[in-house]
């Protein structure tokens, strides 16, 4: 079981953020469509055991609000774990390859990136270890001559 879920904590908070943002942004145009689509209507509805006639905007207008708060904040919820574990499958790997290319750029050819099966970038893996290979076998043969 995983203990530390933010390896590249700046990224997965930056990108955490922007997709809190997103839902609100939506939870808002969501309620100003429905504020704007109902504007020039009228309802009728029981309220205790009277009748009430009222613009449908007034009537609706806190039932809207909670039910979109409601289903927004159940979203964010459920988006922030899944969020929280599938970004961990992107910055794991991110971590790994800038570790490795350090590790490259200092000399050191011998250097192979491994990851997960189930993590992103695999493509970039295994051109940085192509890389890696073609210039080990360059070098050595430079070296051998």
């Known amino acids: 079981?995983?203990?530390?879920?933010?390896?590249k904590k700046n990224f997965q908070v930056n990108f955490f953020m922007r997709f809190i943002l997103l839902l609100a942004i939506e939870a808002c145009l969501i309620f100003?469509?429905?504020?704007?689509?109902s504007s020039n209507t009228i309802t009728t509805g029981y309220q205790d055991a009277?009748?009430?006639?009222?613009?449908t905007t007034s009537f609706f207008f806190i039932?809207?609000?909670?039910i979109v708060l409601i289903i927004g904040i159940a979203i964010a919820l459920a988006g922030s774990i899944v969020f929280i574990l599938y970004s961990?499958?992107?910055?794991?790997?991110?971590?790994r390859l800038e570790k490795d290319m350090k590790a490259i750029a200092e000399g050191d050819l011998t250097i192979r990136t491994n990851m997960r099966k189930t993590d992103q970038l695999v493509e970039?893996?295994?051109?940085?270890?192509?890389?890696?290979d073609t210039f080990d076998k360059r070098i050595s043969g430079v070296l051998r001559l």
């Open 1 to 7: 079981m995983r203990r530390n879920y933010f390896i």
């Open 32 to 37: 100003a469509l429905l504020l704007m689509i």
């Open 50 to 55: 009277s009748l009430k006639v009222e613009r």
């Open 63 to 66: 039932p809207a609000l909670l």
């Open 88 to 95: 961990h499958s992107i910055a794991g790997p991110l971590y």
């Open 124 to 132: 970039i893996k295994e051109a940085l270890n192509n890389i890696t």
